[in-house]
């Protein structure tokens, strides 16, 4: 089993900077693709970005690319996501998430593992 935990979330002004991370634990990190999604009020949940398991490769959402940056520690069981230049459709909770194929989708049914969330809310 795997757990997954997110913290870094909170409230910050348009143009400012959050990063956020998932620590995961019982299994070994490196053996999963991991991904963030963030799911706004009365929405769906959608992928923001997507690392493979070396962290060699890294895909973005149209509305993030430029802006944000996923990246893993497989070391110290971390995933991280900075988040520059912050807006206010940026806000939504924002999940990790894990799965054992090789690369990471943007499909949430492909994630088996995911964490609590965490809010990240930008005011304008």
């Known amino acids: 089993q795997v757990q997954l935990v997110e913290s870094g979330g909170g409230l910050v002004q348009a143009g400012e900077s959050l990063r956020l991370s998932c620590a995961g634990s019982?299994?070994?990190?490196?053996?999963?693709?991991m991904g963030w999604f963030r799911q706004a009020p009365g929405k769906e949940r959608v992928s923001v970005a997507r690392?493979?398991?070396?962290?060699?490769?890294?895909y973005y959402s149209d509305s993030v690319k430029g802006r944000f940056t996923i990246a893993r520690d497989n070391a110290k069981n971390t995933l991280y996501l900075q988040m520059n230049s912050l807006k206010p459709e940026d806000t939504a909770v924002y999940y990790c998430?894990?799965?054992?194929?090789?690369?990471?989708?943007?499909?949430?049914?492909?994630?088996?593992?995911w964490g609590q969330g965490t809010q990240v809310t930008v005011s304008s």
């Open positions: 998430a894990a799965t054992r194929r090789p690369v990471p989708t943007t499909a949430a049914t492909a994630y088996a593992y």
């Open positions: 019982g299994q070994t990190f490196s053996d999963l693709a």
């Open positions: 690392i493979t398991r070396s962290g060699a490769t890294t």
